[in-house]
């Protein structure tokens, strides 16, 4: 019964997705493209490793998770107001998570993969991270509220409880509580101090 909830996951990630896309339209939300690249790159090879591992269902949260950013990543282009300028602190986290990928590729093991797929996907949250936190007016907080039900959704269709089945997954909870705070950090710290 439990797997269903992967489903419905995913149907709300793709609703996510159409939220955060429309506000780029609108102008509010200015993706940094470094992050959603890598965002992107990290969780397909994530989901393709722990499928090469034998996990089954419980790997369509982190599929989704890669699909999601792709998206975002994509719409980018299309609209001049979502854009984000980068920095070289960005490039170098950029050229970081990419070479967590190379790494994963030179050692072939589906675990030392996902090991290094959280690595790169990390690395590439820093500059999102530091943005939503100096600006959380150019960041959507449903991508990253979503995001923690999603990867939630994998321990209901976990069979094996391995690492290549529950390490993504537990990553993406944390770094998206994380990035939903970044978000939301002014409001919060304006409520406290009242």
């Given at each position: 019964m439990l797997v269903y909830l992967v489903f419905i996951a995913a149907f709300a990630t793709l609703a996510a997705?159409?939220?955060?896309?429309?506000?780029?339209?609108?102008?509010?939300?200015?993706?940094?493209?470094?992050?959603?690249?890598?965002?992107?790159?990290?969780?397909?090879?994530?989901?393709?490793?722990?499928?090469?591992?034998?996990?089954?269902w419980a790997v369509l949260p982190v599929f989704m998770s890669g699909l999601s950013p792709f998206l975002i990543f994509t719409a980018s282009f299309v609209t001049k107001k979502a854009y984000w300028k980068l920095a070289s602190f960005d490039y170098v986290c950029g050229a970081l998570s990419g070479l967590a990928l190379i790494l994963w590729y030179l050692t072939k093991d589906p675990n030392v993969a996902i090991a290094?797929?959280?690595a790169s996907d990390g690395l590439a949250a820093i500059p999102t991270l530091i943005k939503a936190w100096n600006h959380p007016e150019?960041?959507?907080?449903?991508?990253?509220?979503v995001?923690?039900?999603?990867?939630?959704?994998?321990?209901?269709?976990a069979t094996m409880w391995?690492?290549?089945?529950?390490?993504?997954p537990t990553y993406l909870i944390a770094i998206n509580v994380v990035l939903s705070f970044s978000v939301y950090n002014k409001k919060i710290v304006s409520i406290l101090s009242k």
């Open positions: 997705t159409y939220l955060y896309i429309s506000s780029m339209f609108k102008g509010a939300a200015k993706p940094n493209r470094v992050s959603w690249l890598m965002w992107s790159i990290a969780p397909f090879i994530a989901a393709a490793a722990a499928i090469s591992n034998g996990v089954g290094f797929a959280i150019t960041e959507f907080p449903w991508p990253f509220i995001g923690v039900f999603n990867a939630s959704t994998s321990f209901g269709a391995a690492f290549s089945e529950i390490a993504f």
